[in-house]
């Protein structure tokens, strides 16, 4: 059982920057690829980024291309998403979520992910 915590949400105006950080319990943090998943009020679950399990690689939805970083700190099993060029569209409760799926190819999808974190809010003032 891996669990997740997320923290670093809060209240920013529209061109601000957040930094979220996503603490996991497991030891064997390295064996799992990382995500961050994102919810507004009234939509379904939608895919923001998501590392591999060294790092090496990294996927984001178009939404966030450019604007948004996931990285990675494996000896401290944390992962990360620096956001910058926050918009007010940007505003949902963010997941991160750890896979053990062999494809990164479905990275992009929250069936490929076994552990779930409790979110957290991220309100962007325009």
């Known amino acids: 059982q891996v669990h997740l915590a997320e923290s670093g949400g809060g209240l920013v105006q529209a061109g601000g920057s957040l930094r979220l950080s996503c603490a996991a319990s497991?030891?064997?943090?390295?064996?799992?690829?990382m995500g961050w998943f994102r919810q507004a009020p009234g939509k379904g679950r939608e895919f923001v980024a998501a590392v591999t399990r060294s790092g090496g690689s990294t996927y984001y939805a178009d939404s966030v291309k450019g604007r948004f970083t996931i990285s990675r700190e494996n000896a401290k099993n944390t992962v990360y998403l620096q956001m910058n060029s926050l918009k007010p569209e940007d505003t949902a409760v963010y997941y991160c979520?750890?896979?053990?799926?062999?494809?990164?190819?479905?990275?992009?999808?929250?069936?490929?992910?076994?552990?779930w974190g409790q979110g957290t809010q991220v309100t962007v003032s325009s």
């Open positions: 497991e030891r064997t943090f390295s064996n799992y690829a």
């Open positions: 979520a750890a896979s053990n799926s062999p494809y990164n190819t479905r990275l992009y999808y929250t069936s490929a992910y076994a552990y």
